[in-house]
């Protein structure tokens, strides 16, 4: 018996109990698709993560205050002390003292409620200079952003994120409208370019939620507070990514200059870059897809089962064939080989219909789940593979059983 013909009566096999047979592919399917969505999954959050993070710059660092200790002795989060100030903020600025660092930002921010005639959105206000547009490496799509001049007159002027101005304006021109925030009317000056991020149920930050104002302006007569001379965070960008390390080491012994500290240990600010933050994600989405991976991973161990049940009941079933053939001259390795070809039918079926389950899947999710949902070819591949394989591995018992069937035992069977 030839390959072709051992094919042929292989899907014949298959074909002849069509229930047991689409069970058992059903098994391999779902294991198939769960993988798929499941790395889907886990590489669609990593890049929607890691594609916000590199919309604030590769080569940025993030400098953001220490703790402070309540009068109860508790310690409070980070970010909580007053430590950086704008004198930092022009220390840094300095090519002299850090030649490594392109542009600096000093930034204060709070969550404000912002009207606009009958309309309202809350946001993040975020003060800052003229060179956070340099920094965060975005553009203006309509207008202008802020200058040098609004800083110093503490101009009642603000930049709208295009979220932020599609809820407030979501008719119209907003540039040369009026914002009210917190009682106090702010013109607008220009409208941010979107950073193409979206928001979803993992993930509920929105760069073009935002408005920026002066820097001055927000002290004085927006968030308030008893130092008007402090910043929540400095936003720091090296010359280039090579330069990260060097811009790194420059600002922090800059800062611990300037605030007298001799012990590293005692500083009084964190400095975070891009790259810890991917690196950080990256590993949490890996353990992620891993697990979700391996929940998959045990429909396919199940389906493998199933495919090597309805291979053992085939070979009980069909003792009196198996009897026939190698009573006409049939080998065991003819024998071996047709069972394992059924069971590779098995599996083979089952993992092409699993891979369009998937991708059906992956198509159809995101829009009910929020999350994005990415399509990887390798693992539609190795899926496949996998699918085979189990219909080769589970197949191999039973077409070892039917091989060594003795002829005259076979044929008394009832």
């Known amino acids: 018996m030839n390959w072709l013909e051992t094919l042929r009566t292989g899907v014949n096999g298959v074909r002849s109990h069509r229930l047991r047979s689409f069970l058992t592919v059903l098994g391999i399917l779902i294991g198939i698709a769960g993988v798929i969505i499941a790395v889907g999954l886990g590489e669609g959050a990593s890049g929607q993560v890691t594609s916000e993070i590199n919309a604030l710059g590769s080569n940025v660092l993030t400098i953001t205050p220490g703790s402070t200790t309540s009068t109860s002795g508790i310690r409070e989060a980070l970010g909580s002390a007053s430590t950086l100030t704008m004198s930092d903020v022009a220390a840094l600025a300095s090519p002299v003292d850090a030649p490594d660092i392109k542009a600096v930002a000093g930034i204060t921010s709070s969550s404000e409620v912002l009207t606009a005639g009958s309309e309202t959105a809350t946001t993040t206000v975020q003060g800052t200079t003229p060179s956070w547009l340099t920094v965060r490496g975005r553009t203006v799509a309509q207008g202008r ?35 009210d925030v917190n009682g106090v009317p702010l013109t607008v000056v220009g409208v941010l370019t979107s950073t193409g991020s979206s928001t979803s149920s993992s993930s509920t930050t929105d760069p073009d939620d935002t408005a920026i104002i002066p820097i001055t302006t927000g002290a004085e007569r927006i968030f308030g507070g008893t130092s008007r001379n402090s910043v929540s965070s400095i936003a720091v960008q090296a010359r280039s990514s090579a330069d990260l390390s060097g811009a790194y080491q420059e600002a922090d012994h800059l800062l611990l200059q300037l605030h007298g500290i001799t012990d590293t240990a005692n500083a009084d ?7 810890s933050l991917i690196a950080a994600n990256t590993s949490v989405d890996h353990t992620l897809t891993i697990l979700l991976g391996g929940i998959a991973a045990i429909s396919l161990i199940v389906g493998g089962i199933g495919v090597m049940n309805i291979m053992l009941v085939s070979v009980t079933e069909r003792i009196r064939e198996i009897g026939l ?35 059906v899947g992956v198509l159809w999710l995101p829009g009910l789940i929020g999350d994005p949902i990415s399509t990887s070819p390798t693992a539609a591949v190795g899926a496949l593979v996998i699918a085979l394989a189990i219909g080769v591995l589970f197949g191999v018992y039973p077409a070892s059983r039917a091989a060594t069937l003795a002829p005259i035992d076979a044929l008394r069977s009832e």
């Not at 295009?162 to 009026?178: H, N």
């Not at 600010?269 to 790259?275: K, L």
């Open 325 to 359: 053939r190698k009573a006409l001259g049939a080998t065991p390795r003819v024998i071996r080989r047709q069972f394992l070809v059924e069971a590779s039918v098995l599996g083979l079926v089952g993992g092409l219909l699993g891979v369009l389950a998937g991708l």
């Open 269 to 275: 600010f964190t400095i975070t870059s891009q790259a």
């Open 145 to 179: 952003f802020l200058d040098n001049q609004d800083v110093q007159d503490h101009a009642a002027s603000v930049v709208l994120g295009e979220t932020t101005a599609s809820e407030l304006f979501s008719r119209g021109d907003p540039v040369g409208q009026t914002v």
